[in-house]
Every structure is written in C-alpha cells, then in structure tokens.
C-alpha cells in the first residue's frame, strides 16, 4: 500500500468525489487561488474552475448559510472553515439550520453538507484560535461528527461524509496534516462507514480509546508501556456521533480497564460520553474507575511550555494506564 | 481536656449493642486499653476497652442500654473538671440517639452466670478469665468490603467470600489479582511454575476469634473422653419416610437430624445426668432439655438452640431447626437463640464424614457427634444381611459424667434410635 500524507488524502477524496458527482462543490475562504490555507485543495481550483471551487469573503454565517440553501435545493456542498474556531460565527447556521432542517420540514428536505476544516491545538496560536470543536457539535441531535486520527481513514471518512444525506461535522487535525500513512490505491474506492471504531493497537492489559492529535501520543505511550509488561488495547472511534461502543466494551470486557484521552476539555462532550456508556455497558467488568486523560480545564496558554503542559501528554497517559492497573 | 466516648462499633456487622455491663464506675481512674464496659452485639459479649486515659467522669447510659455505634456513653477527662458543657452537647443529641434502654433487657448478665450473646458454639463461664483484646491493637475495621465492580461478578461466579479476600487496591480496595490470587487453585499453579507467594494475611473477625478462645478454653480445661456406638439406623429412617407421607399434605417434612435431635432429647430425660453443666463449685443439673444444633455459617458456625426438645413433636423441631438455621446463616439470630443450651447436636454425615469428635460447647456436659449413613454388610443371626449404620460419638466432660454414666446414656439412645416407638414411653 502506498503512503500518503494526511492533507493529500483529504484532497483526494475530494478529487474522486467531484470527479464521481457534479453536484458536490468545495466553498471557503482561500480554497482557491490561494490553493487552501493549509493546501488540502491544492489543484482542485484548476480542474474544477470557479464555478465549483469558490472563494469566500470573511463572512463565515454567511458562507455556510449560502451552503445549507445549496444543499437543501440538491447540491452537494462542502464548506470549508480556515479552523474550526472561524465556525463559532456560523454555529447558529449549523445548529439551528442544518442540524434542524431535516426534522422541522418532516423529512420533506435533506441537507447534504460537509463542514470541514482544521481543528484543536497548532502552535501558539493562543486560547481564542485553539479550541477543540468537538464538544459543541457531538452535543448536537441532527448532526453527524467525524475526527479522523489517520490519513485512511480521513480519506475514507471524507468520501462517506460527502455521499451522506446528513449534515457531517468533519474535524480534522490541523498538526495532523503532514503526517503520514497507508492509504489504499486509487483504484480502491474506499469509503469507511460513518459510526465504526477502530482497532487500532491490539494489547491485552488496559483500553485506551482516543482520537485526533493524541491518538500519536497514545501510541507512543503504549510502547513504552509495553517495554515495562502492559500491552495496551487502542481504540479509535473516528466518528464522534454516532458513537460506536461496541468495540471498546468488548475490549474492556477483556482488559478490565480503560482510559480515555482527548484533546477537548474535560468537562462534557466525546470523553465524557464514552466514559458514561462504559461504565454502564461493561460494569461487572471494571477492575478500577475509569479515567480520562484530557487537555487541561483551561484556556489554552500562548506559552510553548504552558500549551505543552495544557495538551495531554506520553506521562500523563502512563500514569493513567498504571493507576487503573494499579502499578506503581 | 474531657471528651464524649462514644459506643464503638466492635463487630463489622454491628448495628446496635446493648451495654450489658459497666466495669468502672463513675471516678474511677482509667487507663488506655483498660475494660469499661462489656457490650452485647449480635455476634458476641465484646469488651469495650478505653482508648483514652483519665478519670471516667460520668456514665450516660445505664446498664442494659440497646444504642447504635458512636451513641455518647460516656466521659472521661481529668478529676473535676467542669464537663457542664459536654453534658449539654449530649442532651442536646442524646434523646433521638438511644433507641432502646429498656430495663427489662438490663439484667442479662446477673441473671444468667455466662456472657449472654455468643456467636460460635461456647458461652464460656464467667469464671474463665477472657484475655482477647478488642482494644487499642487492633481497631476493628467498620462498614462496608471495597472492591472492584468486576471483582463482585468474579466473587459471585467463584464463590468467594470477600470479606476472608485481602485488598491491595487504594484504600483496600479488592481487585481482580487480589481475587487471582485468592483462588486456591491458581496459587497451587503458581507454586508450580515456580512463583512464591507470601501467606495470604487475613484479620481474623470477632466471630473467628471468639471461636477460637472459647473452644482453646474448652479443650484447656475440659478433660473430654469419646464414647462411640454404631447404630442400626433403619427404623428410625424408616420412621421417618412414614412421617413424612403423613406430613406430606401438610407441605411439611421432617429429616433425620430432627429425629435424632429428639432423640437425644428423650434420651436426656432418661439420663438426665448428662443433662449437667460444672459451674466450678457446682454442678447444675438441667431440668429442661435445651438442644443446641450447630450450624455452619460463612465465617463459622453458630448453635441455635432448641427449646424443650424433649417436650416437641418431630414435626415443630423440624420447623425451628430449619427456621433458626436460615435465620442463623442471615446472622438474624437473637443473642437469647444461641445460648443456655444444655446439650449440643453436631453432624457432619451430609459430608460423608462416618464418625468423629466434636468439642464441647461450655458450660454443657457433652455434645454428640453424628455421622454419615453407611449402608453394608451386617451379620444377623449368623447371616450376612444388607445394613444400614450410622455412628454416634459423644464427647463428655468428665468432671461431671464418668464414663459408665455416659455409657448408659448412649445406650439408651441407640435403644430409641434402633426402636423408635420407645420415644413414646
């Protein structure tokens, strides 16, 4: 299988799914000329023209208005936010009309549309530019949310969403666009279903779901934690809502443990909601509480050595998974 | 500076305890570890030593008080110093807190010569110097057994008792290698592959431990000697399947046990010598039969009494037996239930044991030991006939039955056993 980095899988799965349909089109500011804030559209201006890859004023509820209108009349938009911290200005658009639409006209009009873009911690780009979405949009009845860890599975996920008949909540990584991975040929018209976990480290001791950033600081975890005797079981949900437990309850069933590690805060959304289910869906087989490794309850700090403290880091998951092991 | 002593909780099921007896008086001086009281819970007579040092400065409740753990009982402090304050404090909270101070419930202690309420199967005479100590050494743990969601459904599934399982979670907390390593089988298998494992530490509970000092005094100062019979046991079964027929519509039955129990009973009448109990410089001869019947428990065993034995149908003992033991396992049983028998019945045939010994339950004279039902060869007039056996071994006390007493009484017993009808003489 060839490797691809994470922005050119999402940009493939555009390619293939407005080359495969002509009624999905790309909207956004700088998705154009600029070739994309973060070039996840490079080239798609120059195959597709401006008819179907349109760039944006700064008006963000308007945008993603003119979009839900689009999709209600049978286009296939996906709207690109610069990050997910820009959405906040639309989010009355996307709570109160693409999440409601289908609902409130009894089915009579559908809203396929894919809300995508950057999510979560970059740089220093400080507490107002560093907000992980998920919480606000998982919150929602009516809406699907997708946070792809890897680049198969932004891909596959993408191609899922933008078929969907349902507006899509897509959250991706924006330090996670350079990072890469398997992705099945081109020739493979690979789509993975909307609402299914991921096994992503098979181990024996200790469940760790996660997803997003994290999903690598997991996973170097594990390593370590193997070298000292504890295999971990890593589970990456990849979509948020609707939220797939099956995998992770079979998994605790057999490890007795788990922690869950997210980059959102603490208080409510995805973490939470996996930790509720979990606890009531394999009780009898809880060997310790279950814990959760979060990004701290704070806004984020300008400060690199604060934000690396702020974002969850190899050593708090190590104490996690030792403490519901209850190894020193 | 004075303090209120509260009631402490002296068994981990403890709910209430009556306050059977001070030791001190008001103005005495006391010492840590030294007795204050003697507290009636539902496992046992528990001595209530102080944790504190200094003058008890007032008694609050009166003997004979029924009260919930940390009730106010008392004050200690230094002499005369002013505890008006405390006093009010526990005025204050003092009359929703006692539950119960029934007098009639007072003189337990003065009435009967032993410590009423006894878990196992020893009252010991009060003569018998008590040296456990339920003090300042070792805090008795309170509540509930912490543990692991899973390591519920794993203790349900395998049977384990979990409170005998030693925690190693946070705060004690059981959990799954605690039960791992429970498991007798898997540390067999770890001895096995070569891993050594410490001895498994268990704080023995009140139960255990009062079982241990009573029967360690028993056997100390009991001189026992064994008498064994073999008994044909076929009529008295045989009587038994005819009881139950005619029981049958009733929704009752009675079973082996309930008819030896009333045997003995009959038995004792017949010899009421060993009916008997040596209280040091007397001998109290029983004039009622009071059968004893030792039941297994999960932490050990208790021995609810029969009253008037000798005087009940087959069919109402079958009733109590059964009624009392289920009550008995539920740790329901009432301290008055479980003492001032004057005989005990122990039998372990339902576990293929054919006979042994059992240890007698002060200040009864004997106790008798049944075993299993053997079915083998006999010989009758001279021809190998199939029999059906069983045996019977009474343990005695000597200084009050000699061995030709016992002897008559166990003859006598085989007598209505292989005859069942002479129960009714």
Same mark, same amino acid.
């Given at each position: 299988m060839r490797e691809l980095r994470y922005r050119e899988a999402l940009r493939e799965a555009m390619f293939e799914e407005m080359e495969r349909d002509d009624r999905v089109f790309l909207m956004g500011e700088e998705v154009g000329h600029y070739q994309g804030a973060y070039k996840v559209s490079e080239g798609l201006l120059d195959k597709y023209g401006e008819r179907r890859v349109i760039d944006t004023p700064i008006a963000e509820a308007g945008f993603a208005g003119v979009g839900i209108g689009a999709a209600m009349v049978g286009l296939r938009p996906i709207i690109e936010f610069?990050?997910?911290?820009?959405?906040f200005v639309a989010f009355d658009q996307i709570i109160s009309n693409a999440a409601k639409v289908h609902q409130m006209s009894a089915g009579e009009i559908q809203v396929p549309i894919v809300f995508r873009g950057p999510n979560g911690a970059a740089k220093q780009v400080a507490s107002q530019h560093s907000h992980s979405a998920a919480p606000f949009y998982t919150h929602i009845p009516g809406l699907y949310v997708i946070q792809p860890s890897t680049p198969r599975d932004a891909k596959g996920l993408l191609k899922s969403a933008i078929r969907s008949n349902n507006p899509v909540v897509f959250l991706e990584g924006e330090t996670l666009y350079g990072v890469q991975g398997e992705v099945p040929d081109e020739s493979v018209d690979e789509l993975i279903p909307i609402g299914e976990s991921r096994l992503a480290r098979p181990g024996t001791d200790c469940t760790i779901v996660t997803w997003g950033r994290p999903y690598y600081t997991v996973l170097a975890a594990a390593e370590k934690l193997a070298a000292e005797g504890i295999e971990c079981e890593v589970i990456d949900?990849?979509?948020?809502?609707?939220?797939?437990t099956a995998l992770m309850v079979e998994s605790v069933k057999k490890t007795n443990r788990c922690v869950v590690v997210h980059e959102h805060w603490p208080y409510g959304g995805p973490g939470a909601e996996i930790v509720d289910r979990l606890q009531r869906e394999a009780f009898d087989y809880l060997d310790a509480p279950l814990e959760r490794v979060t990004g701290l309850d704070v806004p984020m700090p300008y400060a690199l050595n604060l934000e690396d403290k702020v974002l969850p880091t190899e050593e708090r998951v190590i104490d996690a998974v030792k403490r519901v092991s209850y190894s020193k | 500076m004075a303090k209120i002593i509260g009631l402490p909780k002296?068994?981990?099921?403890?709910e209430e305890g009556t306050l &059977?007896?001070?030791t001190k008086k008001e103005g005495d001086e006391v010492d840590v570890d030294d007795l204050l009281a003697e507290v009636e819970t539902d496992k046992a007579t528990m001595e209530f030593r102080s944790f504190d040092r200094g003058v008890l400065l007032k008694i609050l409740v009166p003997e004979g008080a029924t009260l919930e753990p940390d009730v106010p009982v008392a004050i200690i402090g230094k002499a005369g110093e002013d505890i008006s304050d405390l006093l009010a404090q526990v005025a204050e909270t003092g009359s929703e807190a &006692?539950?119960?101070?029934?007098?009639?419930?007072?003189p337990v202690s003065a009435a009967v010569p032993v410590p009423a309420a006894v878990p196992a199967s020893v009252p010991a005479p009060a003569s018998v110097p008590v040296s456990a100590s339920v003090g300042a050494s070792v805090p008795v743990s309170a509540g509930r057994i912490l543990s692991s969601p899973l390591v519920r459904r794993l203790a349900r599934e395998r049977s384990i008792d979990l409170s005998v399982v030693q925690g190693s979670g946070p705060q004690g907390r059981i959990v799954k290698r605690d039960v791992d390593s429970y498991d007798a089988l898997s540390v067999g298998f770890a001895a096995v592959s070569g891993e050594r494992l410490p001895p498994r530490v268990v704080k023995a509970s009140s139960m255990r431990r009062t079982i241990a000092r009573r029967l360690t005094e028993s056997m100390q100062l009991i001189p026992h000697y064994y008498l064994t019979v073999d008994v044909d046991i076929a009529p008295l079964s045989d009587a038994r399947k005819a009881m139950n027929a005619e029981l049958e519509a009733a929704g009752r039955k009675v079973s082996l046990n309930d008819l030896i129990i009333k045997a003995a009973a009959v038995a004792l009448r017949r010899v009421p010598e060993v009916n008997a109990s040596w209280m040091g410089k007397e001998i109290h001869y029983h004039q009622v039969v009071d059968i004893s019947v030792a039941v297994a428990v999960d932490e050990g065993l208790m021995t609810p009494v029969i009253r008037d034995a000798d005087r009940k149908g087959v069919a109402q003992i079958a009733d109590e037996v059964r009624e009392l033991a289920g009550r008995a396992r539920d740790k329901k049983l009432q301290p008055e239930e479980m003492t001032n028998g004057t005989f005990s019945i122990s039998n372990l045939g339902m576990f293929g044991i054919e006979e042994f010994t059992a240890v007698i339950n002060p200040p009864e004279g004997a106790i008798l030991a049944v075993g299993t039902i053997r079915n083998e060869p006999v010989v009758e007039d001279s021809a190998i006939v199939p029999g059906r056996r069983m045996r019977f071994t009474m343990s005695c006390d000597h200084r009050i039955i000699d061995g030709a007493t016992g002897a008559k009484f166990m003859a006598a017993f085989k007598r209505i056993v292989e005859s069942p009808l002479n129960m009714l003489i």
């Amino acid at each position: 299988m060839r490797e691809l980095r994470y922005r050119e899988a999402l940009r493939e799965a555009m390619f293939e799914e407005m080359e495969r349909d002509d009624r999905v089109f790309l909207m956004g500011e700088e998705v154009g000329h600029y070739q994309g804030a973060y070039k996840v559209s490079e080239g798609l201006l120059d195959k597709y023209g401006e008819r179907r890859v349109i760039d944006t004023p700064i008006a963000e509820a308007g945008f993603a208005g003119v979009g839900i209108g689009a999709a209600m009349v049978g286009l296939r938009p996906i709207i690109e936010f610069m990050t997910w911290n820009f959405s906040f200005v639309a989010f009355d658009q996307i709570i109160s009309n693409a999440a409601k639409v289908h609902q409130m006209s009894a089915g009579e009009i559908q809203v396929p549309i894919v809300f995508r873009g950057p999510n979560g911690a970059a740089k220093q780009v400080a507490s107002q530019h560093s907000h992980s979405a998920a919480p606000f949009y998982t919150h929602i009845p009516g809406l699907y949310v997708i946070q792809p860890s890897t680049p198969r599975d932004a891909k596959g996920l993408l191609k899922s969403a933008i078929r969907s008949n349902n507006p899509v909540v897509f959250l991706e990584g924006e330090t996670l666009y350079g990072v890469q991975g398997e992705v099945p040929d081109e020739s493979v018209d690979e789509l993975i279903p909307i609402g299914e976990s991921r096994l992503a480290r098979p181990g024996t001791d200790c469940t760790i779901v996660t997803w997003g950033r994290p999903y690598y600081t997991v996973l170097a975890a594990a390593e370590k934690l193997a070298a000292e005797g504890i295999e971990c079981e890593v589970i990456d949900p990849r979509t948020l809502r609707p939220l797939d437990t099956a995998l992770m309850v079979e998994s605790v069933k057999k490890t007795n443990r788990c922690v869950v590690v997210h980059e959102h805060w603490p208080y409510g959304g995805p973490g939470a909601e996996i930790v509720d289910r979990l606890q009531r869906e394999a009780f009898d087989y809880l060997d310790a509480p279950l814990e959760r490794v979060t990004g701290l309850d704070v806004p984020m700090p300008y400060a690199l050595n604060l934000e690396d403290k702020v974002l969850p880091t190899e050593e708090r998951v190590i104490d996690a998974v030792k403490r519901v092991s209850y190894s020193k | 500076m004075a303090k209120i002593i509260g009631l402490p909780k002296l068994s981990p099921t403890m709910e209430e305890g009556t306050l &059977v007896a001070w030791t001190k008086k008001e103005g005495d001086e006391v010492d840590v570890d030294d007795l204050l009281a003697e507290v009636e819970t539902d496992k046992a007579t528990m001595e209530f030593r102080s944790f504190d040092r200094g003058v008890l400065l007032k008694i609050l409740v009166p003997e004979g008080a029924t009260l919930e753990p940390d009730v106010p009982v008392a004050i200690i402090g230094k002499a005369g110093e002013d505890i008006s304050d405390l006093l009010a404090q526990v005025a204050e909270t003092g009359s929703e807190a &006692v539950t119960e101070t029934e007098t009639g419930t007072a003189p337990v202690s003065a009435a009967v010569p032993v410590p009423a309420a006894v878990p196992a199967s020893v009252p010991a005479p009060a003569s018998v110097p008590v040296s456990a100590s339920v003090g300042a050494s070792v805090p008795v743990s309170a509540g509930r057994i912490l543990s692991s969601p899973l390591v519920r459904r794993l203790a349900r599934e395998r049977s384990i008792d979990l409170s005998v399982v030693q925690g190693s979670g946070p705060q004690g907390r059981i959990v799954k290698r605690d039960v791992d390593s429970y498991d007798a089988l898997s540390v067999g298998f770890a001895a096995v592959s070569g891993e050594r494992l410490p001895p498994r530490v268990v704080k023995a509970s009140s139960m255990r431990r009062t079982i241990a000092r009573r029967l360690t005094e028993s056997m100390q100062l009991i001189p026992h000697y064994y008498l064994t019979v073999d008994v044909d046991i076929a009529p008295l079964s045989d009587a038994r399947k005819a009881m139950n027929a005619e029981l049958e519509a009733a929704g009752r039955k009675v079973s082996l046990n309930d008819l030896i129990i009333k045997a003995a009973a009959v038995a004792l009448r017949r010899v009421p010598e060993v009916n008997a109990s040596w209280m040091g410089k007397e001998i109290h001869y029983h004039q009622v039969v009071d059968i004893s019947v030792a039941v297994a428990v999960d932490e050990g065993l208790m021995t609810p009494v029969i009253r008037d034995a000798d005087r009940k149908g087959v069919a109402q003992i079958a009733d109590e037996v059964r009624e009392l033991a289920g009550r008995a396992r539920d740790k329901k049983l009432q301290p008055e239930e479980m003492t001032n028998g004057t005989f005990s019945i122990s039998n372990l045939g339902m576990f293929g044991i054919e006979e042994f010994t059992a240890v007698i339950n002060p200040p009864e004279g004997a106790i008798l030991a049944v075993g299993t039902i053997r079915n083998e060869p006999v010989v009758e007039d001279s021809a190998i006939v199939p029999g059906r056996r069983m045996r019977f071994t009474m343990s005695c006390d000597h200084r009050i039955i000699d061995g030709a007493t016992g002897a008559k009484f166990m003859a006598a017993f085989k007598r209505i056993v292989e005859s069942p009808l002479n129960m009714l003489i």
